[in-house]
Every structure is written in C-alpha cells, then in structure tokens.
C-alpha cells in the first residue's frame, strides 16, 4: 500500500473514475443524481477517453468529460480546484461550441440535440446558497422557460452541508469528491455499487506508482497554473493601486493649483495667474466667471 488515496477532484484522477467506457454505470450515476431526468439515462457513449501526455503536461488543457446519452443528450463535464474568475464566460463558450458542432452546414435545426455543460468547482463562486444550481433560458419577467435544449450547472463542493440527506445521489456522488476516505462514503460504499466501484478504481489508481506519478505531475502543473494566475491578479492590483495613487497626487496638486489661483483673482490677470499656477487660461478663466 502507498500513499493516502489520490484526490478525486484533480481532473486526471477525475476523468479517469468518471470517463471510463470500462466502467460506464459510473457516470450514468452521476448524471442521473444531477439531471435527474424523467426518463432515467441508461446508456452514454463516452467521447475521447484516452488521456494523451502532451494533455497532462499542459497547464491550459482541458481534461473534460465528453459523452451521449441515452436521452439523446450532449454533456460536457469539467472539474476545476482553484478560481480562475471566468467560469461562466467559459462555461458559455463551450457550451455554446459543443451546440454549434452538432451541424454541417445546411443541415436541419431539428437535428440539434439537449446541451447540457456540467461544473465542478471546489471553491465557492455563485452568490446561491445551494451547493447545486441549474440554469436554463428563461424570460426575464415572467420567468417562463423559452427552452431546455441548453442547460448549464454548477456543483459548488465547499457549500455541501455535513446535514445534507445522503440518500440524494447527488449528495452521496459529492460527499465522494469532497473526502473519498470519510466514514460517510464509507457507509455509503454498502448500499451504492457505483460508488463502491468508483472508490474501487480509485484505491486501485492510488496503488499504481505510475499513474501515481502522472498524478502528482499534473498536480504540480494545475498548482503552478493557479500560482501564476494569482500573481498576475496581485500584480495587477497592485500596478491600479500605484496609478490610483499617482492620480490622487495628480488631483492634490490640481486642487492646490486651484485654491492659489483663486486667492490671485483680484490681483494678477488671467494669463500671469496661468504662469504662476500652470492651470490652462480657459480654467483661469473659469474661476473668474465663477
């Protein structure tokens, strides 16, 4: 036995346990728990599987999810550690790439099938207090859906409640991503064999040195990914910070400027006042009228 278990919310370890075509009964699960469709899914055709190299060792890859299902649904999937403050543009973006796809040019509109983005985030983003959402095109003031053929949803890991009912899927797939090794998913590995097989696959990545050692490789890189987009953000804090100052020094000395000439008004003209105080004629000017 190695090391404690890998973590389920890396996104290697992730699409490995969820977008597996040998263990398909995983994900049909996980959609079920959080579409929860009328007509349960009972089949989904997983889409590039394979994980490639050059993917693990690029920091701007996506390791996504991408399947069918049996309701005739595409679904994107993505899981993401850290905030990069752009989860929803980007959300829309593939979304809206993934419908866009489905079409050849001059094929018919009524090939277009259900689109459903999918977002796994640990960390807190929407101002909604559930650890779920789920966002569809509605109208603005009567709140009547226009479609359900584009869905987005977001699973927010921090906001799940220790209180939570476990006997919700959804609760259960989540409290599985949180803490794989809790004495929750513990119990739970009794009464649920999808979990029982997703806490399975993931003892036995956890026991393989080599995909132990891809997984602490892309760890490191998802790691320094965040790193750098935090110190661009502090950088750029602090680059406004040092224009705001020299702006609020600029209008100190403006305001100075101001008061000296007001206090010449009535003893120098207007273009000796402008000598004097570097302010423009025009706003000399001004001050008199005023």
């Not at 959080?34 to 055709?45: A, H, N, Q, R, W």
């Not at 390791?63 to 959300?91: C, F, G, H, P, W």
């Not at 040195?209 to 790691?223: D, F, H, N, P, T």
């Not at 010449?264 to 009228?289: N, P």
Request: hydrophobic share 35%; with cysteine; glycine share 4%.
């Amino acid at each position: 036995m190695l090391k404690g278990l890998l973590d389920p919310k890396v996104d290697f370890v992730f699409k490995n346990i969820f977008g597996s075509d040998k263990n398909p009964e995983i994900l049909i699960s996980f959609l079920n728990a959080i579409l929860k469709p009328k007509d349960k899914i009972t089949v989904v055709e997983i889409k590039g599987n394979d994980i490639e190299k050059q993917f693990i060792e690029d920091k701007y890859s996506r390791l996504d999810i991408k399947a069918t299902t049996s309701n005739k649904e595409i679904v994107n999937i993505e899981i993401q550690l850290k905030n990069e403050y752009n989860m929803v543009k980007r959300s829309l973006y593939y979304l809206s790439k993934m419908y866009e796809e489905q079409l050849t040019e001059g094929e018919d509109y009524s090939k277009l099938c259900r689109t459903i983005c999918i977002n796994i985030l640990n960390f807190k983003y929407l101002k909604t207090e559930s650890f779920h959402t789920g966002y569809r095109l509605k109208e603005i003031e009567t709140n009547e859906e226009l479609t359900d053929i584009i869905e987005m949803h977001f699973i927010e890991i921090p906001k799940l409640k220790d209180n939570t009912d476990e006997k919700d899927m959804l609760v259960a797939w989540t409290e599985f991503l949180k803490n794989p090794e809790s004495e929750k998913v513990r119990t739970l590995e009794l009464t649920v064999e999808e979990i029982r097989h997703a806490k399975d696959k993931l003892i036995k990545m956890s026991n393989d040195s080599v995909q132990r050692e891809i997984y602490e490789m892309r760890a490191k890189i998802l790691k320094d990914k965040v790193s750098a987009l935090n110190k661009a953000k502090e950088e750029g804090i602090q680059q406004g910070l040092q224009q705001g100052l020299q702006k609020g020094l600029e209008q100190g000395e403006k305001n100075k400027a101001i008061s000296i000439a007001k206090n010449l008004l009535d003893v120098l003209d207007d273009e000796t006042i402008s000598l004097k105080t570097g302010l423009l004629i025009e706003e000399v000017e001004k001050l008199r009228k005023n």
